[in-house]
């Protein structure tokens, strides 16, 4: 069982852990542990995952390393030390939390422990599709556009962009779950045109980001207007309605405008 203090911590402080909030399969993750001994010796430096303690640092031992076999938990002697363990070429296997514990040497053995999560991404195979209900349209049309990103872990967000600008506060996604863990990401994209849209092309397409380590962008999809008189078209507007899992976003797709040549 950890205790997050020992005593009256005066010869230990400013324990900080630094872990990956996520990284890549198959990449190398380097979790740090940064303290303050205020003059006293360090004992002991420890690490677990989810309670399970696979590395270990005591200066006075020899050698001061100490690696213990945990399942997928491959550490890199050579740059691991005091304040640095490196695990190389980490799975899906190795999310979870991780703790820091480091304890101050004789005669108070002041302690302290920290601890911060960690996500193995595995990315889709390929990237996001997009496919619309028409490919091109006149006033009054219904535009449907629909964004799938593959099987990942953890599902992507997904983002839509409509010629090139993002549309701001679409944040559901339908996630479908499978048995494996894995997860697949839906979303929809709802545009009705009360009357023809001063833009003459309409450009969609969506971005699916796993937190900051992974991103990318689907297909484009170009809507060009259909009109007799392009004159006609001058003044009118274009209302955006985004609906995911019942929930709904209005946005006036003039500011998504171009200006006609």
Known sequence: MFATAVGTVNSLKSLQIHVPTAVMTNQ?????????????????????????????????????????????????????????????????????????????????????????????????????????????YVGGDHIRANCSSPPSLPAANITWYVNEQMVPGFTANHVLNFSNGYASSQATLELEAAALSPVPTLMIRCEATIFDVWKESSNVLVLRERSANPASALGRSFTDVSKVNSQSLVIDLAEYGETRA
């Open 28 to 136: 190398d993750a380097e979790l740090m542990c940064t303290y303050d001994l205020e003059g006293a010796q360090l004992y002991s430096i420890r690490w677990y995952r989810n309670m399970i303690e696979f590395y270990r640092y005591v200066p006075k031992e020899s050698p001061a390393t100490k690696v213990f076999p945990v399942a997928e938990i491959k550490v890199d002697v050579a740059l691991s030390d005091q304040n640095r363990v490196v695990l190389n070429q980490v799975d899906r296997t190795l999310t979870g939390e991780y703790q820091c514990e480091v304890s101050a040497d004789a005669p108070l053995f002041h302690t302290d422990i920290k601890a911060a999560e960690m996500v193995v991404v595995e990315p889709p195979l390929i990237k996001p599709n997009v496919t619309s209900n028409r490919l091109s």
